[in-house]
């Protein structure tokens, strides 16, 4: 039996609802659903009544519900106890980053809040979107920083989560410029000769994004996918050696671009076609049980005194 089961089901218990639940949980229906049976199959009897909507628990479901918010503080509890051992646990600010803005924004936030809001000791576990929300919803980070996008939010319950704005990300294509400073490949291409495309893997974050860009495009964009990574920083080392066309963040390639590496893939007077995200900070909101950490605490207050998008730097 693992945990996390605990916690899938002490969120069916109180959402009522597979699908919603799910969602919380960063989990496809069906895998959420499967974990749910594997708890019935670890605890040899049906937990959760089916025949009924919304979903209510058996009487032997209602008996673990209770037995598991308490086995779930008690791990809480001694976890907090276990860091609080540790002065790393007391004063580093630990960071869940998404692979991107770990290369781009991340290094250059740190160092502005260091002139601004002082020194402090921090940990940054990059990981992809996903993961990165899971350290959050563990509790195993202090703060979470993602992108967002009406079109792709993240499922946080802001009941159980303070969010704020840092800033802005422009999402746009870029290419390799040729002997003549234009660019190797210009957007929109044709039917008949697709531009290369160095995209994002499936699944990934901003993929996703990129997709919505080119659904909304004014005008037919043709492009053959011949490279894929999750990574941004991995599209753009491939669109610097020329291989093709990358939607990359502003701040991956802003020095790039200033030396003239990279250029619009779309050119003067080209279709439009770029998308607008939101950088966010995430944390969840204190409930006494955690343990003290002073500086996340501190960082997190000053943050939110800050002029909105002032802690995103340019």
């Known amino acids: ?8 089901f002490v969120s069916l218990a109180e959402t009522r609802s597979f699908s919603r639940s799910a969602q919380l949980r960063h989990v496809t229906q069906p895998a959420f659903s ?11 009897t049906d937990l959760v009544d089916r025949s009924s909507y919304p979903t209510r628990l058996t009487p032997a479901g209602q008996t673990l519900y209770t037995q598991s918010l308490e086995i779930l503080q008690a791990l809480q509890g001694t976890r907090a106890m276990l860091r609080g051992h540790s002065a790393a646990g007391q004063d ?4 869940a980053v998404p692979h991107t803005l770990a290369f781009t924004f991340f290094p250059a936030w740190v160092s502005g809040l260091r002139q601004s809001f002082g020194s402090f000791k921090s940990r940054l576990i990059a ?3 996903h993961d990165a929300v899971l350290r959050m919803v563990e509790g195993s980070c202090d703060l979470l920083i993602a992108y967002h996008h009406p079109s792709q939010p993240l499922q946080l319950d802001t009941e159980r989560y303070d969010m704020m704005v840092l800033g802005q990300e422009l999402l746009s294509p870029y290419v390799r410029p040729g002997a ?7 957007l929109p291409g044709t039917l008949g000769r697709p531009l290369p495309y160095l995209g994002y893997a499936p699944g990934a974050y901003l993929g996703r994004v990129v997709e919505l860009i080119l659904k909304e495009a004014s005008v037919p964009v043709h492009l053959d996918r011949v490279y894929e990574t999750d990574m941004a920083e991995g599209l753009k080392a491939m669109a610097l050696e020329g291989h093709g066309v990358a939607f990359l963040p502003a701040s991956a390639v802003r020095k790039d671009v200033r030396a003239k590496r990279l250029v619009s893939a779309t050119g003067p007077g080209g279709p439009p076609l770029e998308m607008v995200m939101e950088v966010r900070a995430y ?10 950490k002073h500086q996340a605490q501190a960082l997190w207050e000053w943050l939110h005194s800050q002029p909105p ?4 730097l340019s």
């Open 1 to 8: 039996m693992e945990t996390k089961w605990l916690e899938d």
């Open 283 to 292: 944390r969840e909101k204190p409930t006494g049980r955690e343990p003290n």
């Open 309 to 312: 998008g002032r802690a995103l």
């Open 34 to 44: 499967r974990r749910i049976q594997a708890l019935e199959a670890w605890a040899g």
């Open 92 to 95: 580093v600010i630990e960071f």
């Open 127 to 129: 990981l992809n979107v």
């Open 180 to 186: 003549d400073g234009q660019p190797l490949h210009r």
